[in-house]
């Protein structure tokens, strides 16, 4: 065999590596606002201050999430150096990780298994955008699946090793984004006499009441982190951490709070590229059939319970439904274990046409408007590559092979996300590059103009402008300016911000920009004031 041979041999293994396709292309996007640049630059103060314990953003305590995911991108910066790519790199690892534990699980459940599962993983365009964004829910996802797998092997044989896995991917997943896990963990360790279906290995309600109870005590760490995080805190910011958060999210959200329906009409986006190659016709039968598979049970424990809470709790976000992926993959590759013709991958040319219609129509719109231009020469070589891929991917899609539809379609839909991320960069978030104003921020601060930021300010730039500390708050600004005339204020608005300023980016819900202390005193009363507005979390 050569060594073509043997790598296809080992993708063909081993789908988890065809994630680190993405690396060379991890920069190509910009820090996207308001999120990853603020989780950015919680991670950054952190490097900076060496404080490790409690979060600060803007320099002020952060007690909206836990601290896993800045404890790793300060190690991952360490390894491959302070950069977006670098820090971009985590999330590929936990993604790679997520498809390699899917395909471990689904070979425990299932002994027959060939391995449909990971695969499908792979081919969530959902999730290979995310694999390249610092969020919290792949590694959130990459926690929950190593629960799972733990879960499986205690349910079916009793291992004890599989409690302290238990307990380590749900303290792992606490410490990444909090009790948010017990909602993916507990449905199926609850429901485990329905999916385990041998009768000699169903578990006892005492093996189910014990892996409860290890799932219950991963908070532990997390708990002595809150406590060690607040011990030189007021009583006030104690209760923001330990209670008002948790609870407001899910009575009455401080952000993204939607209808109880929300997630129903975003679930065909969500899910592509699979809805678009589903024969539907034949999933009610393929369901029936797989309904003695314990891979299709566990799939449904871990997906349906978990759907139905984050639909009844008030705070929703797309992105917070990507750990429910792994679930749904393993009830799908059991559909097609029963049922290899339940996938259509022709019709992903459907795909296919519609990138290469939205690269013709970025091709004749008028010049780069954002507010870093990428040159010409770029612009041509990141439509190359666009026009590139999507013409691997047709011709993946018609040239008979002996690839499994699943297979196929996931190689396709990562050729067709790669393509995508030039025209997301050129004609979406490019509008919404803060680098520039970052680099303007850094120059002034070095030629010691005055500099401050508005309170509402939800920390855009101090890890892009790569500022030894964050810039001085200031909840007055009129008399800051007046004291200050030949400064500038970083402000940010969810609306239009005032005439004057400079350096004006658009982000996803709002503006942020440089006034100058001057265009304050200038406002008319009752206009100089920044919007006083709270920054979305």
Not at 337 to 361: K, Q, Y
Not at 515 to 527: C, D, F, L, N
Request: proline letters at 7%; one cysteine or more; a positive charge.
């Amino acid at each position: 065999m050569n060594a073509l041979g043997r790598l296809r041999a080992s993708l063909d293994a081993n789908p988890w590596l065809a994630m680190f396709l993405l690396l060379p292309f991890l920069g190509i996007l910009p820090p996207v606002p308001i999120d990853e640049t603020r989780y950015l630059s919680i991670a950054w103060e952190m490097r900076q201050s060496g404080e490790l314990i409690t979060l600060h953003l803007n320099g002020f305590p952060y007690f909206d999430k836990p601290p896993l995911l800045f404890w790793l991108l300060n190690l991952d910066w360490s390894l491959f150096g302070v950069s977006l790519w670098g820090a971009r790199v985590l999330p590929v690892l936990f993604a790679a990780g997520c498809i390699a534990v899917v395909q471990k699980l689904e070979r425990g459940l299932d002994r027959d298994a060939a391995g449909q599962a990971p695969w499908l993983m792979l081919g969530f365009l959902y999730f290979q955008l995310f694999a390249g964004v610092v969020m919290f829910d792949v590694l959130l996802c990459f926690c929950v699946l190593l629960a799972f797998l733990a879960v499986m092997q205690w349910m079916r044989d009793g291992s004890r090793h599989a409690l302290w896995l238990m307990f380590l991917g749900s303290a792992l997943g606490m410490l990444a984004k909090g009790p948010v896990v017990l909602l993916h963990l507990l449905p199926p360790i609850v429901l485990a006499r329905w999916w385990v279906l041998s009768e000699a290995s169903r578990p006892s309600w005492g093996r189910i009441g014990v892996a409860v109870l290890f799932v219950v005590l991963g908070g532990v760490p997390v708990l002595l982190w809150a406590l060690a995080a607040v011990k030189h805190l007021g009583l006030a910011d104690a209760k923001e951490l330990l209670v008002t958060q948790t609870a407001g999210r899910v009575v009455e959200s401080f952000a993204h709070n939607r209808a109880l329906w929300w997630y129903l009409q975003w679930l065909i986006p969500l899910l592509l590229p699979w809805p678009l190659v589903l024969r539907w016709s034949r999933l009610r039968t393929a369901h029936a059939v797989t309904m003695s598979s314990m891979a299709a049970r566990f799939g449904l424990c871990a997906t349906l319970p978990a759907f139905i809470g984050f639909s009844l709790v008030s705070g929703k976000q797309l992105h917070y439904l990507i750990p429910l992926f792994p679930g749904l993959c393993l009830w799908l590759g059991a559909l097609l274990r029963h049922d290899p013709r339940l996938l259509a991958s022709r019709r992903m040319l459907a795909f296919s046409v519609l990138v290469a219609a939205l690269l013709l129509w970025a091709y004749l719109r008028p010049g780069d408007m954002t507010p870093m231009p990428v040159s010409p020469g770029v612009v041509k070589a990141l439509f190359t590559l666009t026009a590139t891929l999507v013409v691997l991917s047709i011709l993946l899609l018609l040239r008979p092979n002996e690839l499994m539809p699943e297979r196929r379609v996931a190689w396709a839909m990562l050729f067709l996300t790669i393509a995508l991320l030039p025209l997301i960069r050129t004609q979406a978030l490019g509008v919404m590059d803060l680098r520039g104003l970052a680099q303007t921020v850094a120059q002034m601060r070095q030629e010691g103009v005055p500099l401050v930021r508005a309170g509402n300010e939800p920390g855009l730039i101090t890890f892009l402008a790569r500022l030894p500390e964050p810039l001085s708050t200031t909840d007055d600004p009129p008399q800051w300016a007046r004291q200050h005339p030949d400064g500038f204020l970083l402000v940010w608005s969810s609306h239009a911000l005032p005439a004057g300023t400079q350096h004006l980016t658009r982000v996803a819900n709002g503006w942020v920009g440089l006034r100058p202390a001057s265009a304050w005193s200038a406002a008319p009363s009752g206009q100089a004031t920044s919007p006083a507005e709270t920054a979305v979390r």
